[in-house]
């Protein structure tokens, strides 16, 4: 009998994932963001440590980029996973990860 619903077994992978964030001018917010790049180059089928290592370089541009930008704006944040490579957009700044 087919099943209806979505398993974590199913290795369907989107050939493209697009999230767009607004971030809140508000440094406690950047772990969050941290998280997210995280779980997107996990997703995308890196090891922990290299994983880390994304999450590592997108956190000191959110952070970077909050303490540079004082008149309390948000931050517009592109999160795109394709075949290759895995990039997040913080404002006009892109980060990647070849995959």
């Known amino acids: 009998m087919p099943r209806d619903d979505a398993s974590s077994q ?29 779980q997107a180059a996990q997703f995308a089928g890196c090891a922990d440590q290299r994983a880390e290592a994304f999450a590592q370089s997108v956190e000191d541009v959110v952070r970077t980029h909050l303490e540079q930008v004082a008149d309390g704006s948000t931050v517009p944040i592109v999160l795109r996973l394709t075949a290759a490579p895995l990039q997040i957009q913080i404002a006009s700044r892109i980060i990647r990860l070849d995959l």
């Not at 369907?12 to 997210?36: C, F, K, W, Y």
């Open 10 to 38: 199913d290795d369907r992978r989107p050939e493209v994932l697009e999230m767009e964030l607004s971030l809140p001018h508000d440094a406690r917010l950047v772990a969050a963001i941290r998280m997210v790049a995280i």
